[in-house]
């Protein structure tokens, strides 16, 4: 059974950078692509950003060049880095496997982007 725990979001001014975390608990981590996606009020959860086993990411357009996914297989935790951020970006965000399990959700980040 894998376990994620999302932590690092915040309040950050249009323009700030912020960097969440996401700690896995489970065996199969490192071979698992995974994940970070966000709901913003009244919209659906989206990907943003994903990571196979080996390292290859993927972004959705609306944050590619601003944010970046990495993880840490020994630490079996994956990072999303986010600079330039916009109040659009203002949404809860979540880790999950690619594609996602029902089993995985946690409770997730917030994160607000507000001058």
């Known amino acids: 059974q894998v376990h994620l725990v999302e932590s690092g979001g915040g309040l950050v001014q249009p323009g700030g950078s912020l960097r969440l975390s996401c700690a896995a608990s489970?065996?199969?981590?490192?071979?698992?692509?995974m994940g970070w996606y966000r709901q913003a009020p009244g919209k659906q959860r989206e990907l943003v950003a994903s990571?196979?086993?080996?390292?290859?990411?993927n972004y959705a357009d609306s944050v590619k060049g601003r944010f970046t996914i990495s993880r840490d297989n020994a630490k079996n935790t994956v990072y999303l880095q986010m600079n330039s951020l916009k109040p659009e970006d203002t949404a809860v965000y979540y880790c999950?496997?690619?594609?996602?399990?029902?089993?995985?959700w946690g409770q997730g980040t917030q994160v607000t982007v507000s001058s």
């Open positions: 999950n496997a690619v594609p996602s399990s029902p089993k995985y």
């Open positions: 489970g065996t199969i981590f490192s071979i698992t692509a």
């Open positions: 990571i196979t086993g080996g390292g290859r990411t």
